[in-house]
């Protein structure tokens, strides 16, 4: 039996003890950061692993939240999240692109996502991953082709750190990681007060 706390069970078929080891640690380090109101994306975190924020919604994705299917979802207006949290989960959700423009609507101005995810790793030996990137969906669940970088950014959410987390060689192909937290663009953020203020002026002139 495994005597640390678990992953989600596809991580446990695809991963050796060393590379869960690794990977406890680095989502401790992520998670630590999590603060506020926090949507915990996927299979869930143990709860210590979440103490400073000040409540924990759970949902199996975003877009389950912001659609009213998750947890909790009665309260997932847009905006309404602090910090997101996607650890092994952005890699494995069917539609991207949709997942993330439910997280960018859901985070605060200020809010942020912080995700620890496998990605692709260019240069030698690419193309030999991406064959066997399919064994690797039927195991984990995990698509680890994608270029999740850029996906965050081609849904209008500004990476404001990363760093990558290189596996030993018996992990392959699973190799890289990246661990990193990503806001909303200023534009977007702009947008969104400017619509507050403009809800905030009309409910005062209707009570004028």
């Given at each position: 039996m495994d005597p640390l706390p678990p992953f989600p069970s596809g991580v446990l078929r695809a991963l050796p003890p060393v590379a869960r080891a690794v990977l406890r640690e680095?989502?401790?380090?992520l998670l630590g950061r999590a603060e506020g109101r926090v949507l915990d994306l996927g299979d869930g975190t143990e709860p210590e692993l979440l103490a400073r924020a000040d409540e924990v919604v759970r949902a199996r994705t975003a877009a389950a939240a912001a659609l009213g299917d998750a947890p909790g979802?009665?309260?997932a207006a847009d905006?309404?999240?602090?910090?997101?949290?996607?650890?092994l989960h952005l890699a494995a959700v069917p539609?991207?692109?949709?997942?993330?423009?439910?997280?960018?609507?859901?985070?605060?101005?200020?809010?942020?996502?912080l995700f620890l995810e496998p990605v692709r790793?260019?240069?030698?030996?690419?193309?030999?991953?991406?064959?066997?990137?399919?064994?690797?969906r039927v195991v984990s669940g995990w698509e680890i082709d994608r270029d999740l970088p850029l996906a965050i950014r081609a849904n209008h959410l500004t990476i404001v750190d990363i760093e990558r987390i290189n596996m030993p060689p018996v992990v392959w192909p699973?190799?890289?990681f990246i661990l990193g937290a990503a806001t909303r663009r200023p534009a977007d953020v702009t947008d969104a007060n400017a619509a507050?203020?403009?809800?905030g002026t009309a409910t005062s002139q209707e009570h004028q």
């Amino acid at each position: 039996m495994d005597p640390l706390p678990p992953f989600p069970s596809g991580v446990l078929r695809a991963l050796p003890p060393v590379a869960r080891a690794v990977l406890r640690e680095q989502r401790r380090r992520l998670l630590g950061r999590a603060e506020g109101r926090v949507l915990d994306l996927g299979d869930g975190t143990e709860p210590e692993l979440l103490a400073r924020a000040d409540e924990v919604v759970r949902a199996r994705t975003a877009a389950a939240a912001a659609l009213g299917d998750a947890p909790g979802a009665e309260h997932a207006a847009d905006g309404s999240f602090d910090t997101i949290v996607s650890v092994l989960h952005l890699a494995a959700v069917p539609d991207l692109p949709t997942e993330l423009a439910a997280v960018r609507r859901l985070l605060t101005p200020e809010g942020r996502l912080l995700f620890l995810e496998p990605v692709r790793q260019p240069g030698f030996g690419h193309r030999l991953r991406s064959a066997a990137s399919p064994m690797v969906r039927v195991v984990s669940g995990w698509e680890i082709d994608r270029d999740l970088p850029l996906a965050i950014r081609a849904n209008h959410l500004t990476i404001v750190d990363i760093e990558r987390i290189n596996m030993p060689p018996v992990v392959w192909p699973i190799r890289t990681f990246i661990l990193g937290a990503a806001t909303r663009r200023p534009a977007d953020v702009t947008d969104a007060n400017a619509a507050a203020g403009d809800a905030g002026t009309a409910t005062s002139q209707e009570h004028q």
